[in-house]
């Protein structure tokens, strides 16, 4: 076979340079008298030895290097062996199990006459087990699950008629090559007639396909996953207002920045007639698909109630909603309230947002009135009574909500945006612009506070003008 061609030519190669080399050296010799042995010089002789010897050498190895070519190509890619040589080729260039699948069926199957199982062996699944009369014998692939288990090291093995190891290939029924929990079976009538160095070569490219298969596999499943996310996130921002709409005396402005393609943050602002208009944010806890699922109840169930003024029923609507999912872990923060143009005035709940506010023009400067929080979490625990409140309006006052990724932003020093006088002199020098103006100005301000690196949550905002036309 091929390995013993290639032990044979080298040593007769090298024989026949020895040989070369000594009738050379004696050839060379200077014919020189005993009693002339002062006058004796080696160096000519041994040097043009030498070089002589060098080119037989090089002679000889790219004669060797030729015959070895050939004796590859007559051991590999003829007679028998060729059909495994093909089908390595072949499997050179499968990326996908399919591919893999039309290489077993046109080479190893129609071709060569060889039945394959192709089995995952944690679970006995069976990706692929060839349709011809070699494959369907009686027990065949019980047996070979008996006798090779999952735990099986990995590696090629030759079996005989009852499916029991040799270490002859020559005896051989087929072979199994065992990789990564997966075990590929090859039952073949004539597997003496396989050149030995053909299976290290399979087996080596049998773990490529293997990792090639797996990569592509879990790129395609990003791929995917990537395309679910991103229809979710455009399903996730329908909920939101597309246009801030037209309220009479009112001017409204919002900003939405999620740290990932979906967020657990809404807001949303609903005319109930032309007085009174409905305002809500609020923040899911959590990130992710969970949180973005919670968000989109939140939104739907405010949504369909009627009667947006009933500030208590819509709490307790939503907290029976995000419950009814049994999430375990999931509630939401928030603020609603009811703005009321002709009364001046704005009734809200503030289910323990921390951030709401009203700016307010004074004759020193702008002041800020907090919307204190009056009612729990929802979502997760039992809530009582809901309480609503109440304040003031006046022409020019500015109402500000905002999800915690404004406030808490930090600074290099791990200081708190909301904790700083910077955040609260924007605000007041921001106070008599139009809203999109002032929303800039914070959104700046948070992006710039931050370094410019990457923010660690979702950022949200939400501002209504009250006073003019």
């Known amino acids: 076979m091929y390995k013993t061609r290639r032990r ?18 004696i050839a060379l010799a200077p014919q020189t008298k005993l009693n002339d042995f002062r006058s004796y010089s080696n160096a000519f002789p041994v040097t043009v030895t030498a070089i002589l010897f060098g080119i037989l050498l090089f002679t000889s190895v790219t004669i060797f290097r030729n015959f070895q070519a ?3 190509a007559k051991a590999l890619k003829t007679g028998a062996t060729f059909y495994i040589t093909k089908f390595i080729d072949k499997l050179r260039f499968c990326y996908s199990l399919d591919e893999f699948y ?46 090779y288990r999952y735990e099986w090291p990995d590696g090629i093995y030759f079996f005989d008629d009852n499916c029991s190891l040799v270490s002859d290939s020559r005896k051989a029924r087929g072979f199994f090559m065992a990789s990564n929990g997966e075990h590929f079976y090859l039952l073949c009538r004539y597997i003496y007639l396989f ?17 090639r298969a797996r990569t592509i596999e879990s790129l395609s499943e990003i791929s995917e996953l990537s395309r679910e996310w991103e229809q979710l996130a455009i399903t996730q921002r329908s909920f939101l207002p597309q246009k801030m709409p037209e309220v009479k005396k ?35 806890s959590g990130k992710g698909m969970a949180a973005a699922l919670v968000m989109g109840l939140v939104m739907n169930t ?15 609507a939503v907290d029976a909603a995000i419950k009814s999912m049994h999430l375990q872990d999931k509630y939401t923060v928030l603020f609603m309230g009811v703005i009321d143009t002709e009364k001046m005035k704005i009734t809200y709940v503030n289910a323990s947002m921390s951030d709401p506010i009203i700016v307010t023009r004074s004759p020193d400067g702008y002041r800020i009135k907090s919307l204190s929080s009056n009612c729990s979490i929802v979502g997760i625990i039992p809530i009582d009574d809901v309480q609503v409140a109440e304040q003031r309006l006046f022409s020019g006052d500015l109402i500000f909500m905002s999800s915690d990724g404004v406030s808490e932003v930090m600074n290099k020093d ?30 700046n301000l948070v992006l710039s506070y931050n370094g410019d690196t990457r923010l660690h949550d979702d950022v949200t905002m939400l501002v209504a003008k009250v006073g003019g036309k």
């Open 414 to 443: 791990k200081v708190e945006l909301g904790d700083t006088e910077l955040y609260t002199d924007t605000i007041k020098a921001s106070a008599a612009k139009d809203p999109k103006e002032f929303i800039d100005d914070i959104a």
């Open 70 to 72: 050939k004796s590859e």
């Open 302 to 316: 405010v949504k369909i109630r009627d009667n947006k003024e009933d500030l208590p029923g819509m709490i307790y």
């Open 195 to 211: 050149d030995d160095e053909i299976y290290p070569r399979l087996y080596e490219e049998f773990m490529r396909f293997q990792s």
């Open 8 to 25: 044979v030519a080298l040593v007769v190669i090298s024989l026949i340079a020895a040989f070369v080399f000594i009738t050379m050296a």
């Open 102 to 147: 039309v290489a077993i069926s046109e080479i190893l199957e129609k071709e060569a006459d060889c039945a394959v199982f192709y089995i995952e062996r944690a679970a006995n699944y069976t990706y692929y087990n060839s349709p011809n009369k070699i494959s369907q014998e009686a027990g065949m692939m019980e047996k070979l699950l008996s006798n």
């Open 250 to 284: 009112v001017k409204l402005a919002a900003y939405f920045r999620p740290l990932i393609n979906v967020s657990g943050d809404y807001y949303t602002v609903l005319p109930i007639d032309e007085n009174k208009t409905f305002i809500m944010l609020g923040d899911v």
